[in-house]
């Protein structure tokens, strides 16, 4: 069974940072696109930030763009979502999300990330930035 299990959120100040962790585990495929995703209350599903295992190419939501960085561990099977410059607009319940199959690209990277077209979820984790 896959796992998506993440951690890091938190309370912060506007202007902090805070980094979250997705670790995943329970899967054989090797291509596959993961990423983090977010909900406000009241407001739909946004793709923030997702990466391509196959050769790495990122795409950032025009909202994080220039303030957060996607990155991967291989050897542990861990994604990290580096968060800057936090502002109150970030507060938001986190997920972590992945799907299988070649996402080389950063065309194929963005469509998936913006599309939530991934089939394995973590439960999800508060962010609240505080003004």
């Known amino acids: 069974e896959i796992q998506l299990v993440e951690s890091g959120g938190g309370l912060v100040q506007a202007g902090g940072s805070l980094r979250l962790s997705c670790a995943a585990s329970g899967y054989t495929f090797d291509d596959y696109a993961i990423g983090w995703f977010r909900q406000a209350p009241g407001k739909e599903r946004e793709g923030v930030s997702c990466i391509s295992s196959s050769d790495g190419s990122t795409y950032y939501a025009d909202s994080v763009k220039g303030r957060f960085t996607i990155s991967s561990d291989n050897a542990n099977d861990t994604v990290y979502l580096q968060m800057n410059s936090l502002k109150p607009e970030d507060t938001a319940v986190y997920y972590c999300?992945?799907?299988?199959?070649?996402?080389?690209?950063?065309?194929?990277?963005?469509?998936?990330?913006?599309?939530?077209?991934?089939?394995?979820w973590s439960k999800g984790t508060l962010v609240t930035v505080s003004s």
């Open positions: 999300a992945a799907d299988s199959g070649d996402y080389s690209g950063s065309y194929y990277v963005k469509a998936v990330c913006r599309s939530y077209a991934m089939d394995y």
